[in-house]
């Protein structure tokens, strides 16, 4: 009986997983990049993460005020891992350069991006337009890893007229 319960406990030790799995990190340097007017980009501090928001000519407009839309075909949220870091027109390319190498890709299923735009004044001239850029209900979803974020800041792009 002794060596039943040794060896059950033998194998429930060694038959646990050691619950190391990757998990990405999700955190990015806070400069919003920009490939033309409507690919948005941020990436990690080494460059081998990045998240990828693809708007559409009438998301970033000049009417003050928060505007929301849904993820779908044509409004994209997309997750990469690299196997080493990307230049700073990697995403500006017609055709994606071979290397680095996309380790991971994930698509967001679903979610909402928010966007608060206002007026940038000087001396009463509207000079360019500040954007807030969040993405509430963020869900991105494969067949080995759902990951959710209630409120994700994507973070904030300023441009010139």
Not at 68 to 74: E, K, L, P, R
Not at 87 to 108: G, H, M, R
Not at 119 to 148: H, K, Q, W
């Amino acid at each position: 009986m002794k060596k039943l319960i040794l060896l059950f406990l033998t194998f429930s030790l060694f038959s646990c997983n050691d619950g190391n799995f990757d998990i990405p990190a999700f955190e990015f340097t806070t400069t919003v990049n920009t490939c033309g007017e409507y690919i948005l980009y941020k990436t990690n501090s080494n460059s081998t993460e990045a998240i990828v928001l693809t708007l559409n000519p009438t998301n970033l407009g000049t009417v003050e005020g928060e505007s929301s839309v849904t993820i779908s075909t044509d409004l994209s949220v997309i997750y990469r891992i690299f196997n080493n870091g990307i230049e700073s027109n990697y995403f500006c390319q017609d055709i994606p350069p071979a290397t680095p190498v996309v380790v991971k890709e994930l698509i967001a299923e679903s979610g909402t991006i928010n966007i608060l735009t206002t007026a940038n004044l000087t001396d009463s001239i509207i000079t360019g337009y500040t954007y807030e850029i969040s993405i509430s209900n963020l869900l991105f979803n494969d067949s080995n890893e759902r990951i959710f974020f209630e409120n994700f800041d994507f973070g904030t792009l300023d441009i010139n007229l």
